[in-house]
């Protein structure tokens, strides 16, 4: 376990990525996505701006059309994508952040610390996501960060609890109790000895919640509980419902956008499943799982077979 | 693999049942003369037909349909109809207002309805305040029985406006509401009532229906067999049953609705939207600087293109305000002459710069306005996240006041949220309502009164801007004692011209009145070829809809 | 024995914490189911009326350590108030109007979603390579991967709207009463078709993955090996040794999803006029309906932690090793 560590994680990955042919397609999809969202916005107008005849099928002009303010489709589904993107990165990544601070904690102190934080884990699992998101989006004004923070609350505590199981199982194994009967400070076990075992773990986990992220971002900017002022994935189809596209039959307003979301979230759980090999199999059912619920807007998996075990 | 095989028989065979099920006919019948209504939007129903306590308010039939009020007013022509009622007028020097009940109407259990059900009513209000939601005992003393077609309602301060409060107050049977312990949280699952429907036919959560009074007193009306509301839990949902014909009556917010509804089947889809909901405006709050000075507010009133954000927010269903700022619920009250160039209520943008500079707020050379101090201006224009018209006009607002070096963002709440901090006055710009009587003292009142100023801080349910006009005060308590309909003119021309040269708030546009009908089915709903009444199924509040739903029959 | 009453202590101690979080959580939120109901009717009701409806509601200026304790013990005896949005109905019964439905969609939808995408897992994994393995999963992610209320929403626009094949909302005609007839019954299931079949695309992919990558990692292991070493048909060794244990971890995804029901078939609900009990949960929070949004938090919360429950117990059963660590 130890001797894969740090410096061939990264070469492992990426051969992991090419050895698979859903990972490199998984991964062509996301990097252009990427790119869109970078530069993107810069070719261009201002998503906000009517510029031509309301709801007008897609002409040269406008490559995909104009919504029913007369706004371009494509500048709203491009600068959309930086901002669903970034959400959903960010998110991803501090969701994991969160849950590998109270997870790991948890796990490798144990003893009441573990009691305490698996209780409060578990009762996150337990509370329902979507009245939370709504309750706590009443307090603050709605905009990005809200939403972001929003998610962030539902979102951690799956990830706290496979992360606390792993590190219960790693904290068994015998170079960490070596390490502990060593002396060594309890940080520097969890840097040095824990995390690099579960590298491959948490780079699955992020990537999990990001779709998670944007999935439930999309879901409730959808059902009015963003800020439908700015411009994201989820705005643009909350204001193509409102414009009643679908009665229109304009369905240039909400194609793209909602194929964007697609893409995006299968490139991203192809990716994933280059890291199959290198990831525990036991602990991929929840992943997926988690990521087809949030898409419902449904909490996340609480369950996992591998905490009883550890248990 | 025997368990697989039986497995794919086993579901081939059930998707080919469901095809079959599917096969037959989904374009639901409606039965022969049930008019199918959509007013509010629920996922599902609660047999609730309470129509004293103020929570069922959404009820739309309980209040018109199933109940009656003394008199129904009707805002298309800006009259009393008598209902229950015949007549009324005032007594000892208008301390007293009189009202004549009508004789032979039966309610819905054959028992004859009097006067002392009315008398009941209003003193069962006065026992539980929670069904005072017009709050009538804020202004009345006593209610008397004066004979069995008579009532005498006594005031305790000559308050005019007050009459309207009792004509809408729908009127509930004394022999079974007198046995009654707890009507606030009442159910009244079998209304017996005086309405044109009180018998509920079916009642499903998704869907239920009332039918006919066998004793309703128009004789041979309704025409219509009966009302079915189905339960439709959004307003796109809803729209999406309008448009395929499942509808036959709705009163929602339709975009584009010539291309969506009429478009489809212009013989029958019509809709008529009268702009007679409340006005909409952009208060300001008074209590933050630079709105304090009135110039300030008239300047960003001219900056406003209301044409554009009508078009732009509300799909051109509207009109600009005029500088009375009244909807044309009031088209019968005149209206005061301004002049092109005192005009406030227009756009006028480069009228608007004039102003500001001449307030004081002086641009930079980055293109920014800042105070006489040297502050840097910047505002922030709260709306609800889900009023979709009103998040597009607050963006059209804020985009035109951060050209004119005002910068201003726009901030979206979920709706509680938004509605505590306007109430509060935690707000510097934001979008509201206006509220509406039969005269344009309501209207004015909750615009300028000293007596609705709360301090920031604490709640007032109007004046969020927090205006008080002493000049406003005195025309106010002149109205509240007129009840000659000619001076009652001359006063709201005072009013006018006091709102247009303080500019308390900015009015934007009427409301208009929603109201899609299907003509497939049934005929006779107002049109604005025939203007009888309001179109909307929103008009509950007042009793208006028991207009229409005695006019519609079966085609 | 012992292990199984661990576990239920813990449950009770996360089903008072949940509890006591939504007692809290809504009390928190700016104004009061008073402000709410008037600002949704945006102007419609007289200004007067805000306070006849803080009378109604009774909001009550008790301190909230006593409410907080008025109301735990009206949950204990079951008791769960009035509803505001709905007054002055029971919460019990506003929850009850809808329970079923959302039973009858949010449980087959999952059970034939589970059946078939374990099943189509299990051929996967057992012809890796092929079409089945190769195009499928792919396909079925693709199709998960889109927003389910947008999939929703253009499945019920093409096959409701445009082609008419099926009825556009409710859970039966309106036209008819409640019976046991066969007229009945193929309304229900009409009705259901499209809801039910939109959740089962849209989560196909995940029970088909997950259930193929198990049977992957379990087909690799040493006494499945040692099966086929015997000479057992591959059937058999398919399904008598790999897909049971294969199954596990996928058992306990299936008694989640069943737990979830209550809490995650608003968008269908929502999208096709389904009259469950998901909306109800968004209307409550809306309106600040506190008792209502209570007696929800509470009824999910129950599910969950049962379904939670169950698959303790039923793990304790398929899975020796669990026994174990109990003791």
């Known amino acids: 376990m130890k001797t894969n560590s740090q410096e061939t994680t990264a070469s492992i990955w990426v051969e992991a990525i090419r050895k698979d042919r859903k990972a490199t397609a998984g991964a062509i999809i996301i990097g252009i996505f990427l790119l869109i969202a970078i530069v993107g916005p810069f070719f261009v107008g201002d998503p906000h701006e009517p510029v031509g005849i309301p709801l007008q099928p897609p002409s040269r002009s406008h490559l995909l059309g104009t919504t029913g303010q007369g706004q371009d489709v494509l500048a709203q589904v491009v600068v959309g994508t930086r901002m669903s993107l970034a959400i959903g990165f960010c998110v991803g990544i501090i969701v994991v952040m969160v849950g590998a601070l109270i997870g790991i904690t948890a796990g490798f102190f144990g003893g009441w610390v573990d009691s305490v934080l698996s209780l409060l884990i578990n009762v996150f699992l337990v509370i329902p996501g979507l009245p939370l998101a709504i309750v706590i989006a009443a307090y603050l004004p709605s905009g990005p960060l809200t939403l972001g923070l929003v998610l962030v609350i539902t979102g951690w505590a799956w990830n706290a609890r496979v992360l606390r199981a792993q590190t219960l199982s790693v904290r068994r194994r015998d170079f960490v109790a070596a390490a502990v009967v060593t002396g060594e400070s309890s940080l520097r076990i969890v840097s040095r000895e824990i995390l690099p075992t579960m590298t491959s773990l948490i780079v699955a986990q992020i990537i999990g919640s990001t779709v998670y992220a944007i999935g439930a971002q999309v879901g409730l900017e959808f059902l009015g509980l963003g800020d439908v002022a700015t411009v994201t994935w989820g705005t643009n189809l909350y204001w193509a419902q409102n414009d009643s596209a679908l009665l229109m039959g304009a369905w240039w307003t909400f194609v793209p956008t909602g194929l964007c979301i697609a893409l995006v979230g299968f490139g991203l759980t192809m990716l994933n499943s280059g890291f199959d090999e290198i990831t525990n199999p036991r602990l991929r059912l929840e992943r997926v799982w988690r990521a087809f619920l949030g898409g419902l807007g449904r909490p996340p998996e609480p369950s996992t077979p591998v905490v009883r075990i550890a248990e | 693999m025997k368990g697989r095989a039986r497995l794919w028989v086993a579901s081939i065979f059930s998707l080919l049942i469901l095809a079959l099920l599917a096969c037959s006919d989904h374009t639901q019948v409606m039965p022969e003369g049930v008019l199918v209504v959509s007013q509010e939007q629920q996922a599902s129903w609660i047999r609730n037909f309470n129509p004293l306590t103020t929570a069922a308010a959404a009820r739309w039939p309980t209040l018109a349909g199933i109940y009656e009020p003394l008199f129904v007013y009707n805002s298309v022509k800006a009259e009393y109809v008598p209902w229950l009622g015949l007549s009324y007028r005032w007594l000892s020097g208008n301390q007293v207002l009189r009202v004549e009940t009508r004789d032979s109407v039966l309610w819905s259990d054959g028992k004859p309805f009097s006067a002392k059900d009315v008398t009941f009513t209003f003193k069962l209000m006065k026992q539980f305040p929670a069904l005072d939601r017009r709050g009538v005992w804020n202004f009345l003393a006593d209610v008397i029985t004066v004979d069995s077609n008579t009532v005498d309602f006594h005031f305790s301060r000559i308050y005019i406006p007050g009459f309207d409060e009792i004509a809408a107050q729908p009127i509930v049977p004394e022999h079974i509401w007198s046995k009654i312990e707890d009507p606030v949280t009442y159910p009244n699952e079998n209304p017996v009532a005086t309405g044109p429907f009180t018998e509920v036919r079916m009642f499903k959560n998704q869907v239920f229906e009332l039918g006919r009074n066998p004793h309703y007193w128009q004789k041979g009306l309704p025409k219509i067999e009966a009302l079915r509301f189905p339960a439709l839990p959004s307003n796109d949902r809803a729209n999406l049953a309008l448009v395929f014909d499942e509808i036959d009556w709705a009163g929602n917010f339709v975009p584009a609705i010539d291309r969506v509804y009429v478009r489809r089947d212009p013989e029958h889809h019509h809709y008529w939207f009268p702009l007679t909901g409340s006005t909409i405006f952009l208060y300001a709050n008074t209590t933050r600087k630079p709105f304090d000075d009135v110039r300030v507010r008239k300047a960003l009133s001219m900056a406003i293109d209301r044409q554009f954000l009508i078009d732009v927010a509300l799909f051109g269903y509207s009109r600009p305000s005029d500088p009375s700022a009244l909807s044309d619920a009031y088209a019968s009250w005149p209206k005061i002459e301004v002049s092109e160039q005192e005009n406030w209520v227009r756009y006028n943008p480069e009228a608007a710069r004039r102003m500001l500079d001449e307030a004081g707020l002086v641009l930079d050379s980055e293109g920014r306005r800042h105070l006489p101090d040297g502050s840097p201006l910047e505002f922030e224009i709260i709306t609800v996240s889900g009023w979709s018209d009103w998040v597009r006009a607050c963006q059209v607002i804020a985009r035109t006041y951060t050209e004119l070096g005002l910068k201003t963002s726009v901030r979206t709440y979920d709706f509680s949220a938004w509605f505590q901090n306007v109430l509060e006055g935690n707000f510097d710009l934001a979008l509201g309502w206006s509220y509406e009587g039969p005269t344009p003292y309501v209207f004015y009142r909750w615009l300028m009164a000293s007596e609705t100023v709360k301090p920031v801080g604490e709640a007032t349910t109007g004046n969020w801007h927090r205006y008080g006009s002493p000049r406003a005060d005195d025309v106010l308590k002149a109205f509240e004692k007129e009840a000659d309909p000619v001076k009652q003119r001359d006063l709201s021309l005072r009013l006018q011209r006091i709102f247009f040269e303080e500019a308390p708030a900015i009015p934007l546009y009427p409301n208009p009145s929603w109201a899609e009908y299907n003509a497939r089915r049934f005929v006779g709903f107002p049109s604005a070829e025939n203007p009888y009444a309001d179109p909307s199924p929103n008009k509950f509040d007042r009793g208006e809809c028991l207009l229409v739903l005695t006019s519609l029959r079966p085609r | ?327």
């Open chain 3, 1 to 327: 024995m012992r292990y199984i009453l661990r576990r239920l202590g813990f449950y009770l101690v996360a089903a008072w914490a949940a509890v006591t979080l939504n007692f809290f959580l809504p009390r928190l939120m700016p104004g009061d189911p008073a402000t709410a109901l008037f600002a949704r009717f945006r102007g419609q009701l007289s200004p007067e009326a805000m306070e006849a409806l803080r009378e109604t509601f009774g909001l009550t200026e008790a301190p909230l350590v006593k409410q907080y304790l008025t109301y735990l013990g009206h949950i204990l005896r079951g008791d769960m108030g009035i509803s505001v949005a709905y007054f002055p109905s029971e919460v019990s019964g506003v929850i009850a109007t809808g329970l079923l439905w959302t039973i009858l969609i949010a449980g087959t939808a999952v059970v034939v979603s589970f059946a078939i995408g374990t099943t189509l897992g299990i051929i996967a994994a057992s012809r890796r390579g092929g079409w089945l393995d190769n195009v499928l999963p792919s396909v079925l992610i693709f199709v998960g991967s889109f927003p389910y209320f947008w999939l929703a929403m253009v499945v019920l626009f093409i096959m409701g709207f445009t082609l008419r094949w099926f009825p556009l909302g409710h859970a039966y005609s309106d036209n008819l009463t409640p019976s046991l007839s066969l007229e009945f019954i193929s309304s229900v299931l009409t009705h259901a078709f499209l809801p039910v079949a939109t959740v089962v695309v849209a989560t196909l992919g995940g029970w088909l993955l997950s259930m193929r990558n198990n049977m992957v990692s379990v087909l690799g292991s040493d006494y499945v090996n040692l099966a086929r070493a015997k000479g057992l048909k591959p059937a058999r060794v398919i399904m008598r040794y790999a897909a049971r244990n294969a199954l596990l971890p996928s058992v306990t995804g299936f008694g989640m999803a069943l737990g979830y029901i209550l809490g995650g078939s608003l968008l269908t609900e929502i999208v096709f006029s389904y009259p469950g009990q998901g909306y109800l949960l968004v209307q409550a929070v809306r309106n600040q309906d506190y008792p209502l949004m209570q007696g929800i938090f509470l009824m999910i919360t129950l599910a969950v932690l049962g379904a939670n429950l169950i698959i303790d117990v039923v793990y304790l059963w398929l899975d020796p090793r669990t026994r174990e660590i109990g003791r």
